[in-house]
């Protein structure tokens, strides 16, 4: 880890965790049953802050004044100020002595808002997860008001299933958590190196903690430990060791971190990356050859045969070292054996955008402006505009006129933002039946017809993949957006035979999109590399709402690598003339 890539992380840090702090305060004021204005004030106050593009905290020591954020009154903005200055604010602090703590963990279930905990705390003297159990098992909370028979078979369900057991969380979440740490790591004297591992590391579309290995003299180990432990953004500290210590942060995520000699560095980064399956295979090879492997190093009886770097490791089972990203025991052990592992797409491969949103729908800035931003800011060397149709009526998508109209405006921008390529395009709703929402007519004249669905999840799985395949076999389309729907520790997928799908799009010609969205990571590692395998490009797009969010596609590009995608499958890696020969071949007529 750099000094410059955690100065990266850390830009992104501050914001969600100001956020979270009043969106906890504005649960727990409506869990006291207070003011709703006043709860409103401080859930409006999380989702200004939310979408603010710069850190506040850096703005504020800069002299910014919160007070003139929209909605943020001269209370809320001292609080925003405290927060800047100490990491904490006091009132909050103290609001959350003023109810029982199991109280918050209620609201982790579905269904179960600051309203119907109020209710479960001051009507059955509710104050934890068991005691809701208890109650529900008792049959006592469907007399509630409000509350009813469906919704305690529901708490039931949820509590029974691993849905509390394993909680995970997005990748950007975890990145953010433990920003400061990194930060604090590298301004240390007495650390060596350190390095995310775990899941976070071998690129998991969520995690369920964040695992930070850290080198150092044995005699240093102490202090590191102590200070990662009194760093304001810790909330409750699991353990404290000199070798192990484990946090859970002010974003209510775990974080475990490891100190090792400088000599063990490659043994304790291999060991606490995983997977499990993939250290497995590794600790049984290590035996056969009367080896012992653990995270100080390679053994043979006493003598250290490797420990320093994970490349010497492999090297010594005569293996290539495989990426982090292919250590679950997919068939990475067989390739590095031959020395044949895949070179697998980095984000430099990356040259431009083909599904992304602008002001024309619910996108958050201008086209001018996220295509300039996008050539300026990220060198992206083209850019298709795709703002929704007419079907998705909350987000203001296009008509007939309205996709004329935006093809005008971009012939004027090819113009007045030269040096970037301008795509025509648009994210097409797939109607129930399987036609899609705007005419051939219209469709026949852009370059990108992106096809997806938005509506209509719950059909039959048998109904949802006809649906699917005759909106795929219109002669127009380019791609499938998102193919699974689903949303990442939300929403699971709409039911469909996404292997069909795949032979589908390999039959007809046409692509599949990665969605880079951390909410999205869809398609999913397993299926990408079916994709692939089966001929079929992969698109990655991060469906970009406003600029900001095509930091997101590292999270695109780790999902890429765990499908053991290379560059050339990938279809955004492609120079502008190729791009537009593989755009043309999709179309049918
Ligand atoms: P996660 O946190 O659920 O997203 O997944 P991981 O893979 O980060 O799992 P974690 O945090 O429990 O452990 C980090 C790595 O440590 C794991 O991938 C494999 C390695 N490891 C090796 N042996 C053990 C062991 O005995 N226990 C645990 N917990 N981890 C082990
Ligand atoms: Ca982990
Ligand atoms: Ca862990």
């Known amino acids: 880890m750099t000094l410059q890539r955690a100065e990266s992380i850390k830009m992104e840090h501050s914001n969600a965790a100001l956020a979270r702090q009043f969106e906890q305060a504005a649960d727990i004021l409506e869990i006291l049953g207070e003011n709703p204005f006043r709860v409103r004030a401080y859930r409006n106050a999380a989702r200004v802050i939310n979408d603010q593009p710069q850190p506040i905290t850096d703005r504020v020591r800069e002299g910014f004044d919160p007070a003139d954020l929209p909605g943020i009154g001269a209370d809320l903005a001292d609080k925003i100020r405290e927060f800047t200055t100490t990491g904490h604010i006091a009132w909050i602090d103290d609001l959350r002595t003023q109810i029982p703590a199991g109280l918050l963990e209620l609201l982790r279930l579905p269904g179960v808002g600051p309203k119907k905990v109020r209710a479960l705390w001051q009507e059955l003297g509710i104050t934890d997860l068991d005691g809701l159990r208890a109650a529900a098992e008792a049959q006592k909370i469907q007399a509630l008001p409000g509350f009813g028979k469906k919704t305690e078979q529901n708490i039931l369900k949820a509590l029974s299933s691993d849905f509390l057991q394993e909680r995970r969380f997005l990748r950007p979440v975890g990145k953010q958590a433990v920003a400061p740490f990194l930060e604090l790591l590298a301004a240390m004297d007495t650390v060596d190196r350190f390095e995310i591992a775990g899941s976070y590391r071998r690129g998991r579309e969520t995690v369920g903690d964040i695992d930070v290995i850290i080198t150092a003299r044995e005699t240093d180990a102490p202090a590191i430990m102590d200070a990662l432990v009194a760093h304001p953004s810790v909330q409750d500290v699991l353990v404290h060791g000199p070798g192990k210590t484990s946090v859970v942060t002010e974003l209510d995520i ?153 093809i005008d405006e971009i012939a004027k921008l090819r113009e007045t933002v030269p040096g970037i390529e301008i795509l025509t395009g648009i994210e097409c709703d797939i109607l129930e039946d399987g036609t899609l929402d705007l005419p051939d007519e219209i469709l026949s004249r852009l370059d990108v017809v992106i096809i997806a669905i938005h509506s209509k999840f719950n059909l039959s799985r048998k109904a949802q993949t006809e649906r699917m395949l005759r909106a795929m076999d219109n002669p127009w389309i380019t791609f499938v957006a998102h193919p699974t729907g689903r949303l990442l520790t939300r929403r699971e997928g709409y039911a469909i035979d996404i292997e069909r799908v795949i032979r589908h799009a390999a039959e007809r010609g046409c692509f599949l999109e990665l969605n880079a969205s951390p909410w999205r990571l869809d398609l999913n590692d397993i299926y990408c590399r079916e994709a692939a395998a089966a001929g079929v490009p992969i698109t990655i797009n991060t469906d970009a709402h406003h600029s900001r969010d095509l930091n997101n596609l590292e999270h695109g590009i780790a999902q890429a690598r765990r499908g053991w995608l290379r560059a050339d499958q990938v279809i955004n890696t492609l120079p502008v003339p190729q791009l537009r020969d593989a755009i043309r071949r999709t179309k049918l007529a």
């Open 254 to 406: 775990q974080i475990d971190f490891r100190v090792v000699a400088p000599e063990s560095w490659g043994a304790a980064l291999l060991y606490f990356t995983g997977s499990k399956a993939h250290n497995i295979v590794l600790r049984d090879r290590a035996r056969n050859r009367g080896w012992k492997l653990n995270e100080f190093g390679l053994f043979d009886g006493k003598q250290c045969i490797a420990s320093k770097t994970e490349a010497e490791i492999y090297d010594a089972f005569g293996l290539e070292t495989p990426p982090p990203e292919l250590r679950e025991n997919r068939g990475e052990f067989e390739a590095a054996e031959q020395h044949n592992l895949p070179r697998l797409i980095c984000i430099e491969d990356y040259r431009g955008n083909l599904h992304a949103h602008s002001t024309w729908s619910d996108g958050k800035q201008t086209l001018h402006d996220i295509i300039t931003a996008a050539r300026d800011e990220f060198h992206y060397s083209y850019w298709a505009a795709t703002d929704h149709s007419k079907s998705l009526t909350v987000a203001n998508g296009l008509d007939e006129d309205r996709v004329l109209q935006q």
